[in-house]
């Protein structure tokens, strides 16, 4: 910094144009695709060839694409939880435990209704997905209200316990399979089955109300007073206080809603794909769902079209790995590169260098 | 069943296996606790432990030499914390997003890298662990000698580096610089002296520590990689600088709680008695939202903590 200035230049921090933040992004993401093709020729693939693999099983036929749109699904909704918590500068790392406690609750409501029909369970499992993951959520609230406990702290502290609960719950506990040796429930009742969308292919309800969850997050950040809030809290909280509103009832709010929408996504899980409560049909959408969110720059459209390119490196990655070998974990390196390539390429199209008069 | 627990052989081990299990949350606490003096605030420690444990594994098992590994997680939690620090101090990136997205390249590189390096193979090796190190005559000491004076090279640096980091933050130039730094950096640039020197300085010290507990879950216990083996252990090293209120001493008390905790889990399983494994693994989550819950508000904590210096 001190040679640029004997050089008489200058580096300054000054707001980017839409236009220069595009290009900086957009050389970031290059990057981060370059990067990437590294760690397939470290797992001695040549990158084209898995690139290729990659693409082809994402998109290659209806039944892939349709995969990862199923893939997308609870991505989505994680995606617009964290976004509408991040919109408002509350960090809700928590989405990865509301998601279990969506499908939790969900399922403590409807597992008494077997046999009744799927227009009184589904319902029930989709407001028991809100109300879990919405409760959930609303504990980090007053925690962070009540008692000052960063929610960062408390949210990731809550991933955590969830686990465990669920884990008691499904293995000594009430829900778990008679006679079965596995950790999860019982089959679900087929009333109580999100439906499928076309024959040969999983893709079911669930998307259709990420989709439809996506319209009403963007309404209600655009058009109403709740939105104004959120955006209000993100920007300028003592105008909030100023004209009356109280932080903690904005605190309380945008986490419940967070929460709610992830819990959806658990509810989609569970009652769209696996047909079981289990962990393994919960595990990393939650903290996906933060990448999604930032990639997507916290826009309800932009969440939408992140989960589906994060949907279809998860389903692309299964068939590159036959085809080629890589470890199909390679994508979720891949993704923490996009987000660190993206967060680097924003914050750079801020700066610029300027001309100064010599300081000599 | 209960009354074993009071036995003096008991209490022993399970005093020996609370200091053996702070290490790792005790290196990274120090870390994080002079990266946050300095101003910045690491989330990223559950993934720098995470490389820092798989990094100490693979160069251990390749090079056959345990002190490699350790070496090799030292210079990946430098690394990772080098670019960490590069968008969070010079890019000026939000510190707890960044952190975030540290966590999730160690858990993402982690695995991908574990999976790449013993492709097709269905079990990988185990390499060997490191010794326990006892100090001659004090080891020999009742109680306290098998506690405190028997256990293994890098216990005795986490213990060792508690007050050598209060020695050089409260007695040294460098070190009221760096706390300077955290608390008033306008006075620190008016000095004419670089805020950023000493943040990067302070966060690759803070990486490399991270990195060097999770070296010790591969290398001095585990004797293998798993993926997400640190199981929160980053987290809860955050947990404890703030609980700690920013000063080493309380901080080495609190890890010596947390330790406890976990140290009478693996005892109650052992002796069998009939609590659900999840609730006495669950427990130092609860037991950390807790401790944040009763504390006095921010007590302690630097004043610039988090927010990025801009010269006016």
């Known amino acids: ?360 | 069943m209960l009354a074993d627990l009071f036995q003096t052989t008991v209490i022993v081990s399970l005093l020996a296996a609370t200091v053996r299990i702070a290490t790792p949350l005790l290196l990274a606490a120090i870390g994080e606790l002079v990266a946050e003096r300095s101003g910045v605030y690491n989330m990223g420690l559950e993934g720098t432990m995470l490389m820092g444990a798989l990094t100490a594994y693979l160069a251990a098992d390749a090079s056959g030499s345990l002190w490699v590994g350790v070496f090799a997680a030292l210079t990946t939690g430098a690394l990772m914390s080098l670019l960490f620090a590069f968008l969070v101090i010079t890019l000026q990136v939000e510190q707890i997003v960044t952190g975030l997205a540290m966590n999730l390249l160690g858990s993402g590189l982690s695995v991908y890298w574990l999976r790449a390096a013993f492709k097709g193979q269905s079990q990988i090796p185990a390499t060997p662990i490191f010794d326990n190190v006892p100090i001659p005559f004090l080891s020999e000491l009742p109680v306290i000698g098998p506690v405190l004076f028997d256990q293994k090279a890098l216990t005795y640096l986490a213990l060792l580096s508690v007050p050598a980091v209060w020695w050089f933050l409260y007695r040294t130039r460098p070190g009221l610089d760096l706390r300077c730094a955290g608390e008033n950096p306008r006075a620190l640039d008016i000095k004419g002296l670089s805020i950023a020197a000493r943040q990067y300085g302070a966060v690759v010290f803070g990486g490399a520590m991270a990195a060097l507990g999770g070296a010790f879950l591969t290398v001095a216990s585990a004797s293998r990689f798993a993926p997400e083996m640190t199981n929160g252990r980053g987290w809860l090293a955050i947990v404890i600088v703030i609980a700690g209120m920013w000063r080493p001493v309380p901080i080495l008390v609190a890890t010596l709680v947390f330790s406890f905790l976990d140290a009478l889990q693996l005892q109650i399983q052992g002796i069998g008695i009939a609590i659900p494994y999840q609730l006495m693994l669950a427990l130092p989550y609860v037991v950390a939202i807790l401790a944040l819950a009763v504390r006095r508000r921010h007590a302690g904590a630097p004043a610039m903590l988090g927010v990025s210096y801009r010269r006016e």
């Open chain 1, 1 to 360: 910094m001190r040679m640029l200035e004997h050089l008489g230049w200058r580096v300054v921090r000054a707001d980017a144009s839409p236009a220069r933040t595009a290009v900086w992004v957009s050389a970031s993401l290059l990057l981060a695709v370059l990067l990437s093709a590294l760690l397939f020729e470290a797992a001695g693939a040549s990158p084209a060839a898995a690139f290729a693999a990659l693409l082809k099983g994402a998109f290659g036929s209806w039944r892939t694409a349709s995969e990862t749109l199923v893939a997308a699904t609870p991505l989505i909704f994680t995606g617009l939880a964290t976004a509408v918590a991040f919109r408002a500068r509350i960090w809700n790392i928590g989405a990865e435990g509301q998601v279990f406690a969506g499908a939790m609750f969900a399922y403590w409501c409807q597992h008494g209704l077997a046999g009744f029909s799927p227009a009184i369970q589904l319902p029930v499992i989709v407001l028991g997905g809100l109300a879990g993951g919405g409760l959930y959520a609303g504990l980090a609230a007053i925690l962070k209200t009540r008692f000052n406990v960063d929610e960062v702290i408390s949210t990731v502290m809550l991933n955590y316990i969830i686990v465990y609960a669920l884990s008691l719950l499904l293995l000594q506990g009430p829900w778990s399979e008679p006679g079965a040796f596995f950790e999860q429930s019982a089959k679900m009742d087929p009333g109580s089955l999100l439906p499928l969308l076309s024959g040969g292919s999983r893709l079911h309800a669930g998307f259709l109300l990420a989709v439809a969850a996506a319209a009403v997050v963007q309404v209600i950040m655009t058009r109403t007073p709740v939105g104004y809030e959120i955006r209000a809290a993100g920007s300028n909280l003592r105008a909030l206080k100023v004209q009356g509103t109280s932080p903690a009832r904005v605190i309380l709010m945008v986490m419940m809603i967070s929460g709610a929408l992830a819990g959806l996504a658990g509810v989609a899980q569970v009652y769209g794909v696996h047909y079981r409560l289990k962990a393994g049909a919960l595990t990393g959408y939650g903290y996906t769902g933060i990448i999604v969110a930032i990639l997507g720059q916290l826009k309800p459209w932009g969440v939408v079209a992140a989960a589906i390119v994060f949907g279809a490196l998860v389903t692309g990655a299964t068939f590159m790995q036959v085809k080629t070998g890589v470890p199909s974990a390679l994508i979720y390196a891949v993704e923490a590169i996009l987000l660190l390539c993206y967060l680097a390429g924003w914050a750079a199209a801020r700066f610029r260098l300027k001309r100064v008069a010599h300081a000599g």
